[in-house]
C-alpha cells in the first residue's frame, strides 16, 4: 500500500514539474525508461560535488588530520586499528552489507589482522547487520582469535549519540586501508568520492550509477557474487601498486565534481521556467 501510494505520488510529480533534476545520467535513463511520455528536455543532471574542507590537502594526506586527530585516537575512542578496509553509509538492505560481511569473511581468512569498519547511524538497521555478523561468525569463526565478531567493528556503539560526528568520521576516512562500497542501488553515491579526496583507494560495486561517478577511480566488482566481491578486496590489499594507482586516478577523477558546477546547473533549470 505505501509504495503504491509512493508510486502515485512520484507520478504526479514528474508529470506537473516543469523541470527534473536527477543527479546523474544512470538517472535520467532510468525516468525515461520508466516514464515514456517525459520529455528528455525537461531532465537537467546535477552532479553532486564533495566538501573540500573536510578532507586533507591532497598532497597532505598522510599527515594527522587538522583537528589533531590520529590513528592513537581510533584506538582509544572506537578500539580499531590498522589496518581495516571501510565503509560508511546508512545500513538498509540495497547496500548489500551482509555479502560484503560474508566476502569478508573469506577475505579474513587469508588476512587474519584486516579488519571491517561499518560506520553509520545507530539504528535498527545497523542492529540487524550485527546479528548477520554472529551469524556468519559461527560459520566461519576467525583463526587467529576464534572471534570474527571482534574483527567487524560499528564505530555507532562505541559513542553515546549513535553516529560519528565528521571530525571522527575524516580520520576513519584519512587510515583506511581502502574503502568498499557494496551498494545494489545508487542515485549517486557520494562516500566513494569523500574517499579518494583522502587518498584512499576505493573498491566498489558495478551496479547502477557507481561507475559512471567513481569512473576509471574504482576496481569493480559483481555486487551480488560473493566471491568476486571478496577476490577483488584481496586483490587491492594484496597490491601496494595497485592502490597507490588508485589513489591517483581518485585525484584525478575529483576534477570532475563540484558544488559551484551543481549550483550553476541548477540555476539554469530555474531559469528554464521564464
Given at each position: 500500500m505505501k509504495r503504491l501510494l509512493y508510486r502515485i505520488v512520484f507520478w504526479l510529480a514528474i508529470k506537473r514539474a516543469k523541470v527534473v533534476f536527477v543527479p546523474t545520467e544512470f538517472v535520467k535513463k532510468d525516468l525515461l525508461k520508466e516514464y515514456t511520455w517525459l520529455l528528455e528536455k525537461r531532465i537537467i543532471v546535477t552532479y553532486e560535488g564533495v566538501d573540500e574542507t573536510f578532507c586533507l590537502p591532497k598532497l597532505d594526506v598522510k599527515e594527522t588530520h587538522p583537528s589533531g586527530k590520529d590513528e592513537s585516537f581510533l584506538s582509544t575512542k572506537y578500539k580499531v586499528q590498522k589496518p581495516y578496509l571501510l565503509?560508511?553509509?546508512s545500513m538498509?538492505?540495497?547496500k548489500n552489507l551482509e555479502r560484503l560481511i560474508e566476502a569478508f569473511s573469506l577475505v579474513a581468512e587469508e588476512y587474519e589482522n584486516l579488519k571491517l569498519v561499518l560506520v553509520g547511524k545507530r539504528d535498527f538497521f545497523q542492529?540487524?547487520?550485527?546479528?548477520?555478523?554472529?551469524?556468519?561468525?559461527?560459520?566461519?569463526?576467525?583463526?587467529?582469535?576464534?572471534?570474527?565478531?571482534?574483527?567487524?567493528?560499528?564505530?555507532?556503539?562505541k559513542v553515546k549519540s549513535g553516529y560519528v560526528p565528521d571530525e571522527d568520521l575524516a580520520?576513519?576516512?584519512?587510515?583506511?586501508?581502502?574503502?568498499?562500497f557494496p551498494s545494489l542501488s545508487e542515485g549517486f553515491g557520494l562516500p566513494p568520492l569523500e574517499a579518494m579526496q583522502f587518498g584512499v583507494p576505493v573498491v566498489a560495486s558495478k551496479a547502477t550509477c557507481i561507475p559512471e561517478v567513481c569512473g576509471a577511480a574504482a576496481l569493480y566488482f559483481d555486487p551480488e557474487d560473493v566471491e568476486d566481491i571478496a577476490a577483488k578486496?584481496?586483490?587491492?590489499?594484496?597490491?601496494e601498486s595497485l592502490r597507490e594507482d588508485l589513489v591517483t586516478r581518485g585525484f584525478k577523477n575529483l576534477e570532475r565534481f563540484s558544488w559551484q558546477e551543481m549550483a550553476l546547473r541548477t540555476l539554469k533549470g530555474y531559469r528554464m521556467l521564464n
Open positions: 565503509y560508511v553509509g538498509y538492505p540495497h542492529r540487524r547487520l550485527r546479528g548477520e555478523v554472529v551469524a556468519v561468525g559461527k560459520t566461519r569463526p576467525s583463526k587467529k582469535d576464534g572471534s570474527f565478531l571482534s574483527r567487524i567493528i560499528f564505530p555507532a556503539f580520520v576513519f576516512y584519512k587510515n583506511a586501508l581502502a574503502f568498499v578486496i584481496k586483490s587491492l590489499v594484496k597490491n
